[in-house]
């Protein structure tokens, strides 16, 4: 399996070169040639696995040159009982019939991110052994990816992260879990800005191909095909879960930012995973919800950027959109280069012609918008209800999945974080905070080390030159 270019580019690449390299030469996001089709007869063979051999069976197909015994002995490393808490890995709560939370958020950070980052750390670590090279690795996160990606790096042979976030814009809880982390090979830095500014500063130095190769910059954001990849599996593992025949559909409710997690949902449907309804869920930062209204997509600057209490989904300027959008338009790469690269840079969006946009229902999307007052009341249902507390991501995704819920068809609501990571909103909904995990006690009164910085590209890159020189 060889990987292309959103933009146009076919040089040959296989699942390791692009493991290390994140964004494309030409500024595109990398997929895979073709989606292996999943037939009958294989989800027949597939339902009733171990979630970690599910993830080798689905993994296998699209990584051809890492020998077959290693790759399981890192996914099986991976996906324990230790790591995630219970063998399911992502087990389902039932809430009301027909819906239940999918269960992703049991990792060491307490988000969904881990599902995917815990196994990076390992292909990263097992790559570069191999070759006998470093890797430095820049990423932006908007409250999760930070922490699940330094979690799963810190210590690892071989590799240094420095991670961006939006100075002063993630929860407590968030900032305590990146900036505590003593680990000499892990560097955070407080971006003044949001959460897109930090992100513009990833894709501008990846796209500054003489300092990427010199200083070996590489991603773990959902631009780096690796990590979207490892989250197809819990869509599967997901409807195996919820069903009894491969004859029967379900619909998955995604708390939606950047487009990664549901992304994967795209891609899982692309295999043949018989998914009725993809459901993107925001919150005020509207834009894909806008999209797949109008289509049209409208990127938003920092002052139009609501600073919400979903806050994970403080975007507007959606990152792995391109590569559903560059499958919408039958992967015509030259017409998906003008869109997302001179369209956007000329006028800040982009709209379908009639006939692009009639296509996307044909992929399953839907979508709808969660509002403060959406998250504090759903909260507060849920617990009232069935008992189960959840944080304000997975309420916007249960608020704007109920509306699409069909009878018959199962809705699963991908959790997004345990609550409290988000505990002043929970205080708000219930009039008490959430329980916190064993170990966690006096997380926020640890040391902290971060540096604060502007929104500079160059700033940045001064900064990974000095503490990769010394």
């Known amino acids: 399996m060889n990987y292309l270019s959103t933009r146009g580019?076919?040089?040959?690449?296989?699942?390791?070169?692009?493991?290390l390299e994140g964004l494309a030469p030409d500024g595109g996001l990398y997929l895979p040639e073709r989606y292996p089709r999943v037939d009958a007869a294989t989800l027949a063979r597939w339902r009733g696995l171990?979630?970690?051999?599910?993830a080798c069976e689905i993994l296998s197909l699209y990584i051809a040159d890492i020998p077959?015994?290693?790759?399981?002995?890192?996914?099986?490393?991976?996906?324990?009982?230790?790591?995630?808490?219970?063998?399911?890995?992502?087990p389902l709560k039932p809430l009301e019939p027909g819906v239940?939370?999918?269960?992703?958020?049991?990792?060491?950070?307490?988000?969904?991110?881990?599902?995917?980052?815990?196994?990076?750390?390992?292909?990263?670590?097992?790559?570069?052994?191999?070759?006998?090279?470093?890797?430095?690795?820049?990423g932006a996160t908007s409250g999760d990816t930070g922490s699940a990606a330094e979690y799963a790096m810190r210590g690892k042979q071989g590799v240094r992260v420095f991670m961006l976030s939006p100075h002063g814009r993630m929860?407590?809880?968030?900032?305590?879990?990146?900036?505590?982390?003593?680990?000499?090979?892990?560097?955070?830095?407080?971006?003044?800005?949001?959460?897109?500014?930090?992100?513009?500063?990833?894709?501008?130095?990846?796209?500054?191909?003489?300092?990427?190769?010199?200083?070996?910059?590489?991603?773990?954001?959902?631009?780096?095909?690796?990590?979207?990849?490892?989250?197809?599996?819990?869509?599967f593992a997901g409807y195996f879960q919820a069903t009894k025949t491969n004859d029967e559909r379900v619909s998955f409710a995604?708390?939606?930012?950047?487009?990664?997690?549901?992304?994967?949902?795209?891609?899982?449907?692309?295999?043949?995973?018989?998914?009725?309804q993809l459901v993107v869920a925001t919150n005020e930062n509207d834009v894909l919800d806008e999209f797949f209204r109008t289509g049209s997509y409208r990127v938003r600057g920092a002052a139009d950027t609501h600073e919400t209490s979903s806050p994970s989904m403080?975007?507007?300027?959606?990152?792995?959109?391109?590569?559903?959008?560059?499958?919408?338009?039958?992967?015509?790469?030259?017409?998906?280069?003008?869109?997302?690269?001179?369209?956007?840079?000329?006028?800040?969006?982009?709209?379908?012609?009639?006939?692009?946009?009639?296509?996307?229902?044909e992929f399953g999307f839907v979508s709808g918008k969660s509002t403060h007052a959406d998250r504090v009341a759903t909260i507060r249902d849920t617990q009232q209800r069935f008992g189960v507390t959840i944080d304000p991501?997975?309420?916007?995704?249960?608020?704007?999945?109920?509306?699409?819920?069909?009878?018959?068809?199962?809705?699963?609501?991908?959790?997004?974080?345990?609550?409290?990571?988000?505990?002043?909103?929970?205080?708000?909904?219930?009039?008490?905070?959430?329980?916190?995990?064993?170990?966690?006690?006096?997380l926020e009164q640890l040391p902290r080390r971060f540096k604060v910085m502007p929104a500079s590209a160059p700033t940045v890159q001064a900064y990974i030159v000095e503490n990769c020189s010394s």
């Open 100 to 138: 239940a939370l999918q269960a992703l958020s049991n990792g060491p950070t307490l988000a969904f991110k881990d599902m995917a980052m815990q196994l990076l750390g390992q292909l990263f670590e097992y790559e570069l052994a191999r070759r006998g090279e470093t890797l430095n690795i820049l």
């Open 50 to 54: 171990s979630y970690a051999d599910l």
């Open 171 to 235: 929860s407590p809880f968030q900032q305590a879990q990146m900036f505590s982390l003593p680990d000499a090979n892990i560097h955070n830095l407080a971006v003044e800005g949001v959460f897109d500014d930090c992100q513009d500063i990833v894709k501008a130095v990846s796209n500054d191909l003489e300092f990427k190769r010199r200083w070996r910059i590489g991603t773990v954001n959902s631009i780096n095909w690796a990590r979207l990849l490892a989250q197809v599996v819990y869509y």
């Open 393 to 442: 991501h997975t309420a916007d995704g249960l608020k704007v999945g109920r509306a699409y819920a069909k009878p018959g068809t199962p809705l699963l609501v991908l959790e997004t974080a345990l609550p409290i990571k988000f505990a002043a909103t929970i205080l708000e909904a219930l009039g008490h905070e959430p329980p916190r995990p064993a170990g966690l006690d006096g």
């Open 314 to 361: 403080d975007i507007s300027k959606a990152s792995n959109f391109e590569r559903f959008v560059f499958d919408l338009l039958g992967r015509d790469a030259a017409r998906t280069r003008q869109l997302f690269g001179d369209d956007i840079a000329r006028h800040g969006g982009f709209t379908l012609t009639p006939a692009e946009f009639a296509r996307v229902r």
């Open 254 to 276: 995604v708390p939606s930012g950047n487009f990664g997690n549901v992304c994967a949902g795209h891609v899982a449907r692309m295999m043949g995973l018989p998914i009725e």
């Open 9 to 19: 580019d076919t040089t040959p690449r296989g699942f390791s070169d692009i493991l």
């Open 68 to 90: 077959a015994a290693d790759l399981r002995t890192l996914v099986r490393k991976t996906y324990t009982r230790q790591v995630f808490g219970t063998a399911e890995i992502t």
